[in-house]
């Protein structure tokens, strides 16, 4: 038996939140009385191997094929099975990412297993996975339980601490995919990296939003937001307004219909706090609001308001962390 | 060809916030119900590829006889067909059961080429039923799609966007595609459009027909409220932009959250 955690790779490396399972799963693990395993799969898989080695798994599979060299759903969900088999898992983990959460969603079809999606929290009880999940848009908490064997969760990134990295541990034991391309139906023809450098909204300790608010000149408004966004070493995000007036790309929106985060520091310029973006962002640690009207909804949510014109305040921000942070 | 885009009805996005957790435990909401905003999405894109590709769509909802409204939605903005999948009494209601269900139903359709779904439903908050359907189907899923950029001798092209950047990817049909909100911008249904919908017929099906017996494989217990966040926002006061900035950078690094 054992905790299995899928350690998804991406062209640089291993994906950080993954490492969030190192910490939650060894806890688990601990609970269970049963080992910590990893899978790396890719077409180079050595230095992940060896990272999830130092974050203290048990054993490491290794599935590396050139077959895996791009993502695709019907190879990695193969792969993912091959490591349930042979881990013997009966609690399987992946960071809730994009390939994340439809990987585990396929492979607990395909096992007949029970699965929580998006998990915000996960704890053992009485032997079994006890999975807690925000639904219906952040507006209510469940735990899920099991009635299956084998117990498939999705953890949405920063729910976790990360543990510190040690020694090396466990040993990497290699597994073969046993599949050829022509078992593979999905054929990626051109892939376009376009956030490299970019931190990535969901991992952010720190995002600094722009909103409607920008509307006088939006350009130089998301110039700002970007410019003090970059001193803190934060994401930028969005709110729907913004990225509906074409001001900035659909992928910075956080709110209901985007992106879900968790950051430690969450700045809204010019947002005024509808539901819709609270529900996306409403978990941060310490919210910030900018916004020229005192009465804005923001201000009800926010720890730290600046009433204010935030074509003047981002700038003076800006300026005042560099002088800290230098 | 022939696509089957399914849709969920779900409460406004704007009245999420006031469910209780007695409504979420009995499943019986007294929200108003529309179609899943996401779905829309999927709706549009059905529509537009049976003109560009000469194809008959129809639109599919699992759940109680009152869910037809977002099936009429559907059919208004101009779904070709609708069918309503009728779940009640079957109870608990999990991927496993669903996706099992909505796939007899594709199953019972017969020849479907192509199954779009949303990328989320804002209730279940999932985004697993599309894969749990490629699944039973044993059809290629391709998610989170931006852009169909062809279908031609039984392949689909589709842009999607991935973590970090975007891809460009064939598969075989029968496929199963969740589009992202990139892929369109939904019409709005029209007055004739919604005349036409309100006397469609919608057809029934019960799970219990399509041979399905519920056995979840999770169960959800403890049903609550998250806790109010109860925050006592400080304004930060000062005579000058600068100043009010610099106080404002003093409390956040004390916060120790930069
Ligand atoms: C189904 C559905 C899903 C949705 N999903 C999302 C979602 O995912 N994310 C999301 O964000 N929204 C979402 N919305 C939209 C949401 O309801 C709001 O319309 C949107 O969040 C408003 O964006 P905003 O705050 O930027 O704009 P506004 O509400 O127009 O607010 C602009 C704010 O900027 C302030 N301001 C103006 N000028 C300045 C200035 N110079 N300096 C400082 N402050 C200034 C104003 O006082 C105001 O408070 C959704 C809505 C629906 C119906
Ligand atoms: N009960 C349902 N009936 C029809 N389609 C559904 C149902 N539930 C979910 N879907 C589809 O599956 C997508 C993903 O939903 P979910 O996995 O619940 O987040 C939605 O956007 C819909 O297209």
């Known amino acids: 038996m054992s905790v299995l955690v899928w350690i998804e790779q991406t062209e640089g490396g291993a994906v950080p939140s993954c490492w969030e399972l190192a910490g939650k799963g060894r806890e688990l693990a601990d609970a269970l009385g049963v080992s910590l395993d990893a899978v790396v799969m890719g077409a180079e898989t050595a230095q992940t191997a060896a990272a999830a080695q130092s974050y203290g798994f048990d054993k490491v599979y290794a599935i590396t094929d050139p077959v895996l060299a791009d993502y695709r759903l019907t190879a990695y969900a193969v792969g993912l099975q091959k490591a349930v088999e042979a881990s013997g898992a009966s609690v399987v983990l992946a960071s809730a990412t994009i390939g994340g959460r439809e990987v585990t969603a396929y492979v607990a079809c395909q096992l007949d297993a029970g699965l929580a999606p998006d998990a915000v929290d996960l704890r053992i009880e009485d032997g079994k996975l006890v999975a807690t999940r925000a639904v219906y848009s952040n507006n209510i908490l469940t735990d899920v339980i099991f009635n299956s064997d084998i117990q498939v969760a999705s953890a949405r990134p920063r729910s976790f601490p990360i543990p510190e990295p040690g020694a090396a541990g466990g040993e990497v034991i290699a597994l073969d995919l046993g599949l050829g391309e022509d078992d593979i139906p999905e054929k990626v023809i051109d892939v376009k990296v376009s956030d490299s450098g970019e931190v990535s909204l969901t991992d952010a300790s720190i995002i600094v939003s722009g909103g409607r608010g920008v509307a006088a000149d939006p350009v130089k408004g998301f110039e700002l937001v970007t410019a003090l966004a970059d001193v803190l070493g934060a994401a930028v995000g969005a709110s729907r307004a913004a990225v509906d007036a074409d001001y900035i790309p659909y992928k910075h929106q956080v709110g209901q219909t985007g992106k879900t985060v968790k950051p430690d520091l969450y700045i809204a310029a010019g947002i005024s706090g509808a539901i819709q973006h609270l529900a996306g962002m409403g978990g941060s640690k310490i919210i910030v609001a900018i916004n020229k009207d005192p009465d804005a909804p923001i201000f009800e949510r926010a720890n730290y308001g600046i009433v204010g014109d935030l074509f003047e305040v981002l700038p003076a921000l800006t300026d005042a962390f560099k002088e800290r942070l230098s | ?258």
């Open chain 2, 1 to 258: 060809m022939k696509i089957v885009v399914l849709i969920k009805q779900t409460p406004d996005t704007a009245e999420l916030p006031n469910i209780s957790a007695e409504e979420a435990q009995s499943g019986d909401i007294r929200a108003t119900m529309v179609i899943n905003p996401w779905d829309e999405y999927a709706a549009e894109e059905a529509i537009d590829l049976c003109d560009r590709f000469d194809g008959d769509a129809i639109a599919i909802t699992m759940g109680t006889p009152d869910s037809t409204d977002a099936l009429k939605h559907a059919l208004a903005m101009g779904v070709g067909d609708a069918m309503l999948v009728d779940s009640s009494g079957l109870g608990e209601m999990d991927l496993s059961v669903a996706a099992e269900a909505l796939a007899a139903a594709i199953k019972e359709e017969g020849n479907v080429d192509l199954v779009l779904t949303g990328k989320q439903s804002v209730d279940g908050n999932s985004s697993a039923l599309f894969a749990g359907i490629a699944c039973k189907l044993g059809y290629p899923l391709l998610s989170n799609v931006s852009k169909v950029v062809d279908i031609a001798d039984g392949v689909i092209t589709v842009e999607r966007i991935v973590d970090g950047g975007q891809e460009t990817v064939t598969a075989p049909l029968p496929a199963v595609v969740s589009v992202g909100k990139e892929i369109n911008d939904p019409r709005y249904p029209s007055f004739m459009g919604i005349r036409k919908a309100n006397r469609k017929k919608i057809p029934t099906i019960s799970v219990a027909d399509l041979g399905v017996s519920a056995s979840p494989k999770v169960q959800w217990t403890n049903i609550r409220k998250p806790e109010a966040r109860h925050t006592e926002v400080v304004i930060i006061e000062g005579e000058t932009v600068q100043e009010k900035a610099a106080k404002l950078a003093d409390a956040l690094l004390a916060e120790k959250v930069i």
